[in-house]
């Protein structure tokens, strides 16, 4: 091609060793429930592998490592706003299940 | 893309700031590309509000919740195995997102018949996905989960379960349709006329989107 590249255009190993590596993070987080981890071990070990997993997928996929930065920044900063929602309804789950608590198991 | 050029050898934030204040476009990309971001983010709220309303009705239930590695379990060959129809789903998911990528590297080749060919396969494994997940619908739905009540524990695990997992598969099968449609187009060669292969990046930006929200209903829901 004579003109400029166009759009994202990557080498076709990157995209494989990608998916090989996505192949082995979810066969990981697979045998988390396959052995019955507990506990915090378990928890920390989905999450690991679960953020690991969505950062390819983005990063690579998606293409958003190649992207500049101001649509890095549009799209992934607003989301971060959800972790107060999370934090929030935590706190509030907690809160109920005290005062459901205290209301029928007398 | 003159400005991209001048631009790129800018400090980064001082990149970001001259992007957001250009007089006509603020992201370099097809406008079809930040359209499609700016869906997803959406989207995103979408899921997060359906997966932290879960999370809310698990803290604050008195009843057990129900095992999910039990409950999505199946017996092959006379032996109950944990969660393995998930197991599976997840895999076709996930080779169905590189079968996309590599469609997106090969629209920017101009290679059609590849484009197409890996399009159709990913619309094909997208619909199996689909119908495992009709599988397991049909099979909870015999032993009694409603999204009122279950035999296991907490009712609320049946409504949690429809609305998250029915939402996903609303998605995975527009996403059928809308990876259909384009590979027609491909074919026929209105890209070509057209002379960019944008849209297939993209309807790959969607597929990945799917299988991004995917990841996290597996970990939170199936095995937190």
Redesign the interface.
């Known amino acids: 091609?004579s003109e400029a590249k166009?759009?994202?255009?990557?080498p076709?190993k990157i995209?494989?060793w990608?998916?090989l590596l996505?192949?082995v993070l979810?066969t990981f987080?697979?045998l988390?429930?396959?052995f019955?981890l507990h506990g915090m071990l378990?928890?920390s070990l989905?999450?690991v592998?679960?953020l690991l997993?969505?950062g390819f997928?983005?990063a690579?996929?998606?293409?958003m490592a190649w992207?500049?930065?101001?649509?890095k920044?549009?799209?992934l900063i607003?989301?971060l706003c959800?972790l107060i929602?999370?934090g929030f309804?935590?706190i509030?789950?907690?809160y109920?299940?005290l005062t459901?608590?205290a209301a029928?198991?007398r | 893309m003159a400005h991209?050029a001048e631009t790129a050898i800018l400090p980064?934030?001082q990149?970001?700031a001259t992007?957001?204040a250009s007089d006509k476009q603020?992201?370099?990309?097809p406008w079809g590309k930040?359209m499609m971001?700016?869906f997803?983010?959406s989207d995103?709220?979408i899921f997060?509000?359906f997966l932290?309303?879960y999370?809310?009705?698990?803290?604050?239930?008195?009843s057990t919740w129900p095992n999910p590695?039990q409950v999505f379990s199946l017996n092959i060959g006379g032996q109950d195995i944990?969660?393995i129809l998930i197991?599976i789903m997840?895999?076709v998911l996930?080779t169905s997102?590189?079968t996309?990528?590599?469609a997106?590297?090969y629209g920017?080749?101009?290679n059609k018949r590849n484009t197409v060919l890996l399009m159709v396969t990913t619309a094909a494994l997208g619909a199996t996905f689909v119908s495992m997940q009709a599988f397991e619908w049909t099979k909870l739905i015999m032993e009694g989960v409603r999204p009122w009540g279950n035999p296991w524990g907490a009712p609320q695990f049946g409504s949690a379960f429809f609305m998250i997992t029915g939402f996903h598969g609303l998605h995975v099968s527009a996403g059928v349709i809308y990876l259909l449609t384009v590979a027609r187009r491909v074919h026929t060669g209105f890209y070509d006329k057209r002379g960019?292969?944008?849209t297939v990046?993209v309807a790959?930006?969607y597929w990945?989107?799917v299988?991004?929200v995917w990841?996290?209903i597996?970990?939170f829901f199936?095995?937190?």
């Not at chain 1, 166009?6 to 990557?10: F, T």
């Not at chain 1, 690579?60 to 293409?63: A, D, E, G, K």
């Not at chain 2, 999370?55 to 008195?62: E, F, G, H, I, K």
């Open positions: 091609m166009e759009g994202q255009q990557h076709l995209y494989l990608i998916w996505l192949f979810s987080s697979y988390v429930d396959y019955h378990r928890w989905i999450i592998f679960m997993k969505a997928i983005v690579i996929f998606m293409h992207e500049r930065l101001a649509l920044f549009a799209i607003p989301p959800l929602l999370i309804m935590a509030e789950g907690d109920t299940f459901r608590g029928f198991l | 991209d980064p934030l990149q970001v992007d957001f603020a992201f370099s990309v930040a971001w700016i997803l983010l995103t709220f997060t509000c932290t309303s999370m809310n009705v698990r803290l604050s239930t008195l590695s944990p969660l197991a997840t895999f996930i997102s590189g996309m990528a590599l997106v590297n920017y080749r101009r960019s292969y944008e990046e790959g930006l990945h989107f299988d991004l990841v996290f597996f970990a199936y095995l937190w």
